[in-house]
């Protein structure tokens, strides 16, 4: 038995848990919008105000629906190279799954209490949480090349981990900055955006090259 090589347990296709993930992602995404409605039968000044009491609700279902496409891609862009599963790969999954199907509830809590404390609190807690089970699922695929069709190249691997990383340490951080001001942890969620930036350029690039290198 060669470093390559293990006893495979409760093994099974990558592809199954991948169009569960899909379906799982996708059932979150169409939840979100459930709390996007207006009564029926407004009047002008009615239509106005409930058109602005909504709007929390519009901001909140944008920003959920950009978090889990997020993690929808990331969760895709790891299982690249992988074609088998293990029992330890298929619990992290459903476990990341699970915190998924869990986000329109901190997001309700956000579009309907965000002045709150706690409501920051949860909805940060929620996404740091998400991307701690999506990054242990990185890590344990990268130290199982033996699941996959070909090895998933050292550099990339590390950089989809930094970049898991940053979104845990950021949404962390937002937790017990929100119970010193909640508008201040919202803010802070906007330090992922140059993060997420240079990780993305970087992934692009490492992967091109990894492609270059495999096809020669």
Avoid: C
């Amino acid at each position: 038995m060669n470093g390559h090589q293990r006893v495979r347990d409760d093994e099974g296709s990558a592809a199954r848990l991948l169009a569960l993930s899909d379906g799982v992602f996708a059932i979150a995404m169409t939840l979100l919008a459930l709390d996007l409605t207006l009564p029926a039968g407004l009047d002008p000044a009615g239509f106005e105000h409930a058109l602005g009491d909504v709007m929390p609700n519009v901001w909140a279902y944008a920003l959920s629906f950009l978090v889990i496409a997020a993690f929808w891609r990331g969760h895709h862009q790891i299982f690249r190279y992988v074609r088998e599963v293990d029992g330890t790969v298929i619990r992290l999954g459903l476990l990341s799954l699970g915190l998924v199907a869990l986000m329109p509830f901190p997001t309700t809590l956000l579009a309907e209490y965000g002045d709150l404390s706690q409501s920051v609190a949860v909805y940060s807690g929620a996404v740091a949480a998400m991307g701690a089970t999506q990054l242990a699922l990185a890590v344990a695929l990268w130290k199982r090349p033996w699941l996959g069709s070909a090895a998933l190249p050292d550099p990339v691997a590390r950089n989809d981990v930094a970049d898991l990383a940053a979104t845990v340490l950021v949404f962390a951080v937002a937790v017990p900055l929100a119970f010193v001001s909640p508008t201040g942890a919202k803010l802070w969620w906007a330090m992922l955006i140059p993060v997420k930036s240079v990780t993305g350029r970087r992934g692009k690039r490492l992967r091109a090259a990894a492609q270059q290198l495999g096809a020669r």
